[in-house]
């Protein structure tokens, strides 16, 4: 038998490549931001950062600010610094009052002394002023006293009763009721004396 021999288009053609061409892979490319929209997408997270951190800092300041003002709050030291009588029926007392709160400021208004009588036969009230008070603060405060009954000696009833508010920064403020018993005060005419620092009235709030 005799060999036969492949024709492809009329060319002899024993041995032959067949080659295929594949496309290119398709490579996705994005424009490139400008500068400016480069520095706002790195700047994002920077500001979330800072932004968590400032509202720590505030709820800190907060929780600081209520621990101090009304958990750790007390009240002022009131004490008789002096009494002074030019006759038994008009004298002056001068109170020491002090804020004691480092981190509460103190306003001290419907502020009334009352002098009474041991057993309590009569009574005499005599309003202060509203004054504010800093922290640490110290104020000394005179109350004029008239219309007490005329005698040679006196034992009195030395009382003060007032509306405060305690308020330290960034907080809301807080009132309180502030009730003092200063005991009982002889007083005898053309008296001036220094009671001293040691008298120190009994003081609460309510």
């Not at 290119?24 to 920077?46: K, M, N, R």
């Not at 750790?72 to 020491?96: D, G, H, K, M, V």
């Not at 330290?168 to 001293?196: F, I, S």
Request: aromatic share 10%.
């Amino acid at each position: 038998m005799e060999n036969q021999t492949r024709v492809a288009i009329g060319i002899p053609a024993p041995n032959y490549l067949i080659t295929t061409h594949q496309p290119p892979p398709f490579i996705a490319t994005y424009p490139t931001p400008p500068p400016a929209q480069q520095q706002s997408l790195s700047c994002t997270p920077l500001f979330i950062i800072t932004s968590i951190l400032i509202l720590i800092l505030f709820v800190s300041l907060a929780f600081t600010g209520f621990y101090f003002t009304y958990q750790q709050s007390n009240p002022p030291i009131i004490r008789i610094e002096s009494i002074a009588a030019f006759n038994i029926t008009n004298w002056l007392i001068t109170l020491s009052l002090k804020n004691p709160n480092k981190y509460a400021s103190i306003h001290y208004e419907k502020i009334q002394v009352s002098v009474s009588e041991f057993d309590d036969k009569w009574r005499v009230i005599c309003p202060v002023d509203e004054f504010d008070q800093v922290e640490n603060g110290e104020n000394l405060m005179d109350v004029d006293v008239f219309g007490l009954v005329d005698s040679k000696m006196v034992e009195v009833v030395l009382k003060m009763d007032a509306v405060v508010c305690l308020q330290a920064k960034y907080m809301q403020k807080h009132w309180q009721m502030l009730e003092v018993d200063c005991g009982v005060v002889v007083v005898q005419p053309r008296m001036n004396t220094t009671v001293g620092r040691s008298n120190r009235c009994n003081v609460r709030l309510r």
